[in-house]
């Protein structure tokens, strides 16, 4: 994917699951903030244990199936 097609499809999702509004306050907050995306998801993930995740993820894939 081009760095245009994978904007493109994020802001799609974040449109989907948040409406417009709050996808911009989501990316505006991104912007803001001058942290670590990538520490802040492993923070976040951290709180899971390996069972949990596994759940959740089944749980996912059977409400989003491919």
């Known amino acids: 994917m081009s760095t245009a097609e994978i904007m493109d499809a994020g ?4 449109i989907e699951k948040l409406g417009i509004v709050e996808a911009e306050r989501f990316i505006s907050v991104l912007i803001r903030e001058k942290s670590d995306y990538t520490e802040w998801r492993r923070r976040y ?3 899971f244990s390996s069972d949990d995740f596994h759940a959740a993820a089944l749980s996912y894939g059977t409400e989003n199936p491919l």
């Open 45 to 47: 993930f951290d709180s």
């Open 11 to 14: 802001m799609t999702c974040l």
